[in-house]
């Protein structure tokens, strides 16, 4: 039987989180997961063995040092939020929550969101006593995640910090005309977050939509957004480069210090 390999490789945000706030984006080369699925895939939704996907997570709960797995959620790319702080774990194995953000107070609670090609974003606030996560693709930027999740954080937007992990970049992006109507919709600035190809179509800039999500809310401290799942494959699985793939996982939670 495969080994599984010793040591995950964790992506630490750099960002002014306050100690107690712990928080990583895993990459795709650890795990037992095998195939297209190789290595770390944390999602039973794309075909994987339940077994593989079941020991990959138990192996992530043990190297971040946490008593019981972070809280996973039935992700559909909307903008539900959930609250982990009454949310018992143990008593609800067989009921996931389906959201696509989550937040919490509680010290141990670990929110955590699953990608490959969506972004990752992570909140604190600056005084470090609570958390938040949300899963925005397009869909859910354009719905409007990011200020849900920001309003279940129950704090004033400019107490706040945000991290985008890793997501598809822009120049690996094309969409069509009705997905930048969407966003011009509701906000006319978008239109600079669309690049025009040579094949009549656009370049969408999640990173660039999200920045603009998190502003019109009231939250300018962003960081992170240096990342392309599509053109990084070593490091990350993508659904546009090849699907079914697995799922990344982005965790973040409070600890004593």
Same mark, same amino acid.
């Given at each position: 039987m495969e080994k599984q390999k010793k040591d995950p490789i964790l992506i630490i945000p750099e960002w002014p989180a306050p100690p107690q706030v712990k928080a990583?984006?895993?990459?795709? /080369?650890? %795990? @037992?997961?095998k195939n297209e699925f190789h290595s770390s895939n944390f999602s039973f939704q794309v075909g994987d063995n339940v077994d593989a996907v079941e020991r990959n997570r138990n192996a992530l709960t043990k190297v +971040? %040092?946490?008593?019981? #797995?972070?809280y996973w959620l039935n992700q559909v790319h909307g903008t539900s @939020?959930? &609250? +982990? /702080?009454?949310?018992?774990? #143990? #008593?609800?194995? &067989?009921s996931v929550p389906t959201a696509d953000g989550a937040v919490s107070t509680k010290l141990g609670k670990a929110c955590v @969101?699953?990608?490959?090609?969506? +972004?990752? @974003?992570?909140?604190c606030d600056r005084s470090g006593s609570r958390v938040g996560v949300a899963h925005a693709g397009w869909r859910g930027l354009a719905s409007g995640i990011l200020s849900k999740v920001i309003m279940h954080m129950e704090v004033e937007p400019e107490t706040l910090i945000a991290w985008l992990g890793p997501g598809i970049g822009q120049s690996a992006y094309e969409v069509g005309e009705e997905v930048r109507d969407v966003f011009l919709k509701s906000d006319s600035g978008a239109a600079a977050c669309f690049q025009l190809n040579r094949f009549g179509r656009w370049q969408a800039d999640l990173y660039g939509l999200a920045r603009r999500s998190l502003r019109i809310a009231g939250l300018d401290a962003i960081y992170g957004g240096n990342f392309c799942t599509y053109t990084d494959s070593d490091r990350f699985f993508s659904h546009r480069r090849s699907s079914p793939c697995g799922r990344m996982a982005t965790v973040i939670w409070l600890d004593s210090i």
């Open positions: 990583f984006s895993t990459e795709r /080369d650890y %795990g @037992v997961s +971040l %040092g946490l008593t019981c #797995q972070p @939020v959930f &609250n +982990l /702080d009454s949310y018992l774990y #143990q #008593q609800h194995e &067989n @969101v699953m990608t490959a090609d969506c +972004l990752p @974003v992570l909140f």
